[in-house]
């Protein structure tokens, strides 16, 4: 009893965090931090008819066939289901792999698909994708497996048609129209999910925020429009220079902050730097002028700097960047409680 | 033609009753594991497929309560039991091969068991002279 208790709540919450997701890629990330704790799996994939994607959520020792074999068998069941055969070639693939096993269950560089689970992704009568979880193992999975995986295929087919009937409004509710990075009320939405993550799950999270130096000198100087054209410029030298798992938001104005999961003070400084130097070394068209632009960035970290919560980590990645500033710009700073 | 048996009741109405019985079992017990929404699909799905060689399963009514043939059985009851056999019986394997590709073996262990007498009992019926 104690058991399916346990797993309805694993249940649950897997249900909960597929509901507040914006994208599919948050989706199969939620999805598959969760379903660990309820089944023994290789890899999960959600092929999304209208995107043509395959998102792969698999262990980190998954050897390249094995990803393969798992493309293929659920492009093969897809097409069971009635759907338009679909050339394997024309899927896209997006892996994102991590430790679902401990290191002594690494798997075979050999290893190939034993057993599986797919379900259709279906609403109303219509497929708009299908599900697996996907095993090296033989027989590994049950009927209860079945019973819990059928649940949570069920909310995602929910969920992600509620994605193709509102993608527009989500566009403009979520991005910034200039920049199209994500907007401040994303990012908000976004940090509650990752703080919720790292304060309770004990996994790191750092945040940059950055600042475009004199940037009203921009502005007052060469007009708004090209202001905006820097704008533009230095947000996608910001998404280059990122990981996948990243949250680049324009925080407002000429304000930007980056949620970085899973990352310790020394690997966001090692990727604020990278941002710092990246910029200063761009030379950014305005007008008919060339110019030179910095940025100051500020870090903050969990549980490095000890917030209690994601305004204080806010709070403090905006005190390092005030510290940047009157340093003389152009740098990086770190939160720390002495400076003032 | 479909025969009279024992108790006045068809060859016919035998073989739909099995085959209404079976379906029933095979949606309560595979809706159980897959939920109703999925299985009302893959039922739809397999009487488009099916459908194309046997029309008359065709206007088979499914909702996500379940399979129902009772609007349908006086017309299906007209047709040779043997035909009417054939038609479900297919059904039936192509809903277990739809499960297999699915699932592999999980939900066809649940349910073979419950159909294969069944389809064996309707053969027997449909063979009696």
Known sequence: ?340 | MAKEVKGGKWTSDLVLDLYANLLSEVWEVVSALIGEAILELLFNLSIKKIGEKYPFLKPLKVSEEGIFMDEIREDLRNLPPAELHRGFQSLINHLLNLFSALTEGVISREVFPKVFPKVREAERLVSQK
């Open chain 1, 1 to 340: 009893m104690r058991f399916i208790v346990k797993h309805l709540n694993i249940l649950r919450s897997i249900i909960n965090t597929i509901n507040t997701s914006f994208e599919i890629k948050e989706i199969v990330e939620s999805a598959g931090n969760n379903l660990p704790s309820l089944f023994e799996f290789s890899a999960l994939g959600v092929l999304w008819k209208e995107e043509s994607t395959l998102y792969l959520y698999q262990e980190e020792t998954c050897p390249p066939s094995f990803t393969q074999e798992v493309a293929r068998n659920m492009v093969k069941v897809f097409s069971v289901l009635g759907e338009e055969p679909s050339d394997l070639a024309r899927v896209t693939i997006q892996v994102e792999k991590r430790k679902l096993r401990p290191s002594h269950m690494a798997m075979d560089p050999k290893a190939t698909l034993k057993s599986y689970l797919v379900l259709p992704l279906a609403l109303e009568e219509e497929i708009i994708g299908c599900v697996s979880l996907n095993s090296d193992q033989p027989n590994a999975f049950d009927a209860q497996d079945l019973q819990f995986f059928s649940v949570i295929g069920y909310q995602m087919a929910a969920t992600l048609k509620h994605f193709q009937r509102f993608s527009s409004v989500k566009t403009m509710a979520i991005y910034d129209t200039l920049t199209t990075l994500y907007n401040r009320r994303y990012l908000e939405e976004r940090l509650v999910v990752e703080a919720q993550k790292s304060f309770y799950g004990g996994s790191s999270l750092s945040l940059v925020m950055v600042d475009i130096d004199h940037f009203k000198k921009v502005n007052d100087t060469f007009g708004h429009t090209e202001g905006d054209k820097v704008l533009k410029e230095i947000a996608s030298l910001l998404k280059t220079s990122v990981r996948k798992k990243d949250t680049v938001a324009r925080y407002g104005g000429e304000e930007f902050i980056l949620v970085l999961p899973d990352a310790v003070v020394e690997e966001a400084n090692m990727i604020a730097e990278r941002i710092r130097r990246l910029v200063e070394k761009t030379l950014f068209e305005v007008g008919q002028a060339h110019i030179n632009i910095t940025v100051s960035l500020g870090i903050s970290n969990f549980p490095g700097h000890h917030p209690k919560s994601k305004e204080d980590l806010v709070r403090m990645a905006d005190q390092a960047l005030y510290d940047a500033k009157r340093g003389g710009r152009n740098r990086v700073c770190v939160f720390s409680p002495v400076q003032k």
